[in-house]
């Protein structure tokens, strides 16, 4: 074909079609768990993280709670992908063989967030969060209802080797367990003007998207952690712990677990856990043994949504 701006930009806006085609078609779990949060500096500060706002009977005064500020940040990353197509590819009408590759695009940068939060997630027992500790800790401090500092747990975990981790999250709230902090959405771009040096140079045009994102730990009280084997008594044992989460002064959150997140290699006991009527073998309770038994009620059925996702192991 004859370049001209108007081809050029008729291939753009083809590409793009493309492009979106694939994002829009690809499955993301990201916002599932996460809360998407506009940014409109380098990073954003979130002194907020870990306020609980609660109702008291009116008697006297008003009693003013002060935000305790924490200072947490979150800073933005940029991030790229790109596609160079020689000129000739153009010329000789040979661009169209590139559709699958910008479909392909679209699709990772669909699933981008995703892998931000769910690998982010994946080092919640080594990264820190607002309040000083690791998002997934034993010793997160609260105060009790006489301003006396205990120490919270959000994680179980095995005594002995390494094992796959499952966790349990309440996404019920506005606030989520994690944070998807967006600067610059992710944007279809091109350089095509013979102007450009690099058009200029390497006689060729540039396709890419571009966004600037990060993605942070919100609230350690809306999330669970363990390694321990995924089995009704372990199951069991975060639901409660996570139901009794208090705030500062004694106060019950009201955490609501409702969505489990596993990868691939715990796929089938979450299945058996979740999507199970009746259970025929039994775990037991710390080594995830199977005891042969009688077939019984699942208790748990339904007790959760599930997500697997190729982002955790």
């Given amino acids: ?58 008697i006297g005064d008003r009693v003013l709670n002060s935000l305790q500020l924490h200072g947490f940040k979150i800073k933005n990353r940029k991030f790229e992908s790109t596609v160079a197509v020689k000129r000739e590819e153009i010329e000789d009408d040979r661009y169209g063989v590139l559709k699958p590759l910008f479909s392909e695009m679209g699709r990772a940068t669909r699933l981008h967030p995703d892998k931000l939060v769910f690998e982010l997630l994946q080092k919640g027992t080594s990264t820190i969060c607002y309040d000083g500790q690791n998002f997934f800790d034993t010793n997160h401090p609260v105060l009790d209802e006489n301003d006396k500092e205990t120490f919270v747990s959000n994680v179980y975990l095995a005594e002995v080797g390494p094992a796959p981790f499952w ?15 967006e600067r610059i959405p992710y944007t279809f771009q091109s350089v095509t003007d013979d102007r450009n040096e690099r058009v200029f140079l390497r006689d060729e045009y540039v396709y890419g998207v571009r966004a600037r994102v990060n993605a942070g730990f919100g609230l350690w009280q809306l999330a669970y952690a363990s390694n321990l084997p995924l089995n009704q008594y372990n199951y069991a044992y975060a639901r409660n712990q996570m139901m009794k989460m208090r705030n500062d002064r004694g106060h019950v959150i009201g955490v609501e677990p409702n969505l489990l997140v596993v990868g691939p290699y715990l796929e089938a006991s979450a299945r058996r856990l979740l999507k199970a009527t009746s259970i025929g073998n039994i775990d037991a309770p710390t080594t995830g043994a199977t005891v042969p038994g009688v077939a019984e009620t699942n208790i748990w059925y339904q007790s959760a949504d599930l997500i697997v996702t190729p982002f955790l192991p």
């Fill in 1 to 58: 074909m004859l370049i001209t701006s108007a081809g050029l930009e008729a291939i753009f806006q083809g590409y793009s079609f493309i492009f979106n085609e694939g994002f829009n078609g690809a499955k993301s779990h990201a916002f599932d768990i996460a809360m998407k949060v506009p940014s409109e500096d380098g990073e954003n500060i979130y002194p907020w993280l870990g306020a609980f706002p609660q109702l008291r009977e009116w």
């Fill in 167 to 181: 966790y349990l999250l309440d996404t019920t709230k506005f606030v989520k367990p994690l944070i998807f902090q």
